[in-house]
């Protein structure tokens, strides 16, 4: 495609690739988790590398949603994949679900579009709704906002329930082992990913000043390498390059910084991204 006198082309990921990769961050993400459990790492540790390697899990379960499904590992390899998320996403949708409300996200987020705050157009928007108070309590429960929405809605997956109650016999399982005091961090781990990605991957970074082409330009060095070495790659690229994201939702990561670039050179060549609720 041809921004302005430049030609670039879309190279979206394989959703092999990214499912591998999501299992291989499994391995240390449960190693962490028996780490702490049996005492070799203090809690600050604990937290510290948890929310490290659970937030690059969450970006690559959402950058799944737009990689290409012709390149796919057996289904049974991805069920995997989807279940080891459980200790990040706890009981969110299964992936085939989730993947059709973020679809709609950005269907309702396109070039020239901004919707209303509708959680029933766009599930996502409930992180928009109410003012900050709002805001924060809907991104730190957000995954029963959403069960709420999809009772409510009569969208409710009996995968959906499966995971549920998987997810809460593990709990039951961890508490009996490890005992009260353990779980009382491990839990708040979790909790803290998914406020953190919600809050800021989707509050923030869907805000005027962020959401914009030329935003990670305007950032300072020293931001971009904490916020990289903290949260991989994969998110920085995601959180700085949003609103070129949300142009060319099939760019891979690695690609959003060269599409933005030649946007800010060829600005008459910009599509137009407003950010949400404008």
């Known amino acids: 495609m041809k921004i302005g006198t430049e030609e670039l082309t879309i ?4 959703k092999k690739a990214i499912d591998i990769e999501l299992q291989l961050l499994h391995i240390p993400l449960y190693v962490i988790v028996a780490a702490y459990s049996f005492d070799p790492i203090a809690w600050p540790l604990f937290l510290l590398l948890f929310y490290a390697i659970a937030m690059r899990v969450f970006i690559g379960n959402h ?6 499904l012709e390149e796919r590992l057996p289904r049974f390899l991805e069920a995997i994949s989807e279940g080891l998320a459980v200790v990040v ?4 949708e299964p992936y085939p679900s989730i993947r059709k409300k973020h679809l709609r996200h950005h269907g309702t987020h396109a070039p020239g579009m901004s919707s209303k705050y509708d959680p029933n157009t766009d599930p996502h928007s409930v992180f928009e709704l109410g003012g900050i108070v709002r805001v924060l309590f809907s991104c730190l429960f957000y995954e029963e906002v959403q069960l709420v929405l999809d009772i409510r809605n009569k969208n409710l997956s009996t995968s959906r329930l499966y995971r549920f109650l998987i ?3 593990l709990l039951i399982a961890y508490i009996a082992t490890f005992g009260w005091a353990k779980f009382a961090i491990v839990f708040p781990g979790m909790r803290i990913v998914g406020f953190t990605a919600w809050f800021v991957f989707s509050w923030i970074i869907h805000q005027p000043f962020v959401y914009s082409f030329g935003f990670s ?3 300072t060095v020293w931001f971009k390498v904490i916020f990289t070495v903290l949260h991989g790659r994969r998110v920085a690229q995601g959180c700085l390059h949003h609103a070129t994201h949300h142009a060319w939702p099939a760019v891979a990561y690695n690609q959003l ?4 670039s030649a946007v800010v050179r060829n600005p008459e060549s910009a599509p137009d991204m407003r950010p949400m609720g404008a």
């Open 11 to 14: 190279q979206p990921e394989a």
């Open 63 to 68: 950058d799944r949603y737009r990689a290409k």
């Open 89 to 92: 996403t706890p009981w969110d």
């Open 167 to 169: 997810y809460g016999s």
């Open 217 to 219: 330009d305007r950032m």
């Open 257 to 260: 910084h060269d599409f933005d």
